[in-house]
Each structure stands twice: as structure tokens, then as C-alpha cells.
């Protein structure tokens, strides 16, 4: 009896022996499967990955946006200042037919253009007259001292002369001859001139955008006509 009892106990020592090796090696291999994963880079390196590319994408989506704002403003800008197809003053007004302007007649004014338009007398040897030119003449009615807007005054006089009829600024008292030249008054030079343009029917058509600064040479940018009365 105390024999088998020795080797049950024996048997069950061996049992319990193998059963804790079997522990062992299982724990073993359990630890080894957990420290893989985390001996891989792969497995850092994903999420380093991400974070790069998000950059990336941030970066490029902001040059892009700023790209597009500034082609847009810039394309903008283009298309504002760009003439085109421009009516009234600032490009071609019509100013009716060259046979109806009266040599030595009263200057005529024309609002959609901003200019006063005359057929000078080439006879006129009055102070506040032609200086002898012949032709269509078109004044920008804008003083060249501060801009005020020039009438054509027909009963105005000056001290300098017994003549009536000037253009007279309302602002500070310049005073031009028929011609545009200045005799009188703060402005720094005479009445500027705008171009005119005569086709074979006498149609008259003053290029408003085409501004030359007023001279002493005034009464030679007049336009000659054979419709021009003269
Ligand atoms: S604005 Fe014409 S004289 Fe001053």
C-alpha cells in the first residue's frame, strides 16, 4: 500500500512537472508573439506616413487657394481697366456734320463729350479771337488749373481787352481766348484740345480719349474740311 501510494504520488509529481513545462513554454511563446508586433517598424512608420502626406495636402491646398485669388484678382483688374467698346467721353462722340458749323460762329458745347467745338475764323484778329487759324477746333472744357468746367461766356470782358466773349473759368477767373490760349488767371497753360477725326461725308467725330495739353500752338490743331464753311 505504501508502495503505490509512493508511485502515485511519483506519477502525479511527473504530471504536475510536465504540466508547469507546458505553462512555461506557452507563456514562452505567448511573449514572443506580443514583442513582434512591436519589434516591426511598419508599424511606427504608418502613422508617420499619414501625418507627412496631411502636411502635404495642408500645403498644397493653401498655395493653391492663394494661386486662385491671385489669378482672380489679377484677372479682375484686367478686365476692368481694359477699354472696350467705349461710348461717350473717353472714346469717339459723334459731333454732328462739318457743314454746319459757321465759320467765326459761336462755339458750340457737346455734354456727352466734354468739349466745346468751333470753326475758327481765319480773319479774326480780335484779342479773344482765332490768331488767324482756320478749321474745326474741339476744347476739353475741364480747366487745366483745378478742373472746374469752362463755359463759353459771350458777353464776358476782360480788363486786358475791349473784346466780349471768352471762355471764363467760374472757380478762379481764367480767361481764354476762342482758341483755348490763356490771357488771364491761375490755370498753367491754355485749354487742352481733343483730336477730330472729318470722314468724306463731313461727319465729325471728336476722339475724347485723345487729349493734347494746351499750347500756344492751339489754333494749328484745327481740322480742315472741303465741307467746312469757310
Ligand atoms: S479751376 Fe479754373 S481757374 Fe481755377
Aim: aromatic share 8%; glycine share 10%.
Amino acid at each position: 500500500m505504501t508502495n503505490e501510494t509512493e508511485s502515485v504520488e511519483a506519477s502525479v509529481e511527473a504530471e504536475s512537472a510536465v504540466s508547469t513545462e507546458s505553462w512555461r513554454q506557452a507563456l514562452a511563446s505567448r511573449r514572443t508573439e506580443l514583442a513582434e508586433p512591436e519589434s516591426v517598424p511598419a508599424t511606427q512608420a504608418a502613422p508617420l506616413d499619414y501625418d507627412a502626406s496631411r502636411r502635404n495636402f495642408i500645403r498644397a491646398s493653401f498655395w493653391t487657394g492663394l494661386g486662385v485669388t491671385v489669378m482672380g484678382g489679377l484677372g479682375l483688374f484686367v478686365d476692368f481697366i481694359y477699354p472696350r467698346n467705349v461710348k461717350g467721353f473717353g472714346g469717339p462722340v459723334p459731333a454732328g456734320n462739318a457743314a454746319d458749323y459757321e465759320v467765326g460762329g459761336l462755339p458750340v458745347h457737346n455734354r456727352a463729350g466734354q468739349f466745346w467745338i468751333a470753326n475758327l475764323d481765319p480773319t479774326d484778329s480780335a484779342d479773344n479771337g482765332t490768331d488767324g487759324a482756320a478749321g474745326l477746333l474741339a476744347l476739353w472744357r475741364k480747366c487745366p488749373h483745378l478742373g472746374c468746367t469752362v463755359p463759353w461766356e459771350p458777353s464776358a470782358v476782360v480788363e486786358v481787352s475791349s473784346e466780349s466773349g471768352w471762355y471764363k473759368c467760374p472757380c478762379h477767373g481764367s480767361t481764354y481766348t476762342r482758341s483755348g490760349i490763356r490771357v488771364f488767371g491761375p490755370a498753367p497753360r491754355s485749354m487742352d484740345s481733343m483730336a477730330i477725326e472729318i470722314d468724306d461725308a463731313g461727319n465729325v467725330t471728336v476722339q475724347t480719349g485723345s487729349v493734347t495739353s494746351g499750347g500756344p500752338d492751339n489754333p494749328e490743331r484745327a481740322v480742315q474740311h472741303p465741307l467746312l464753311p469757310s
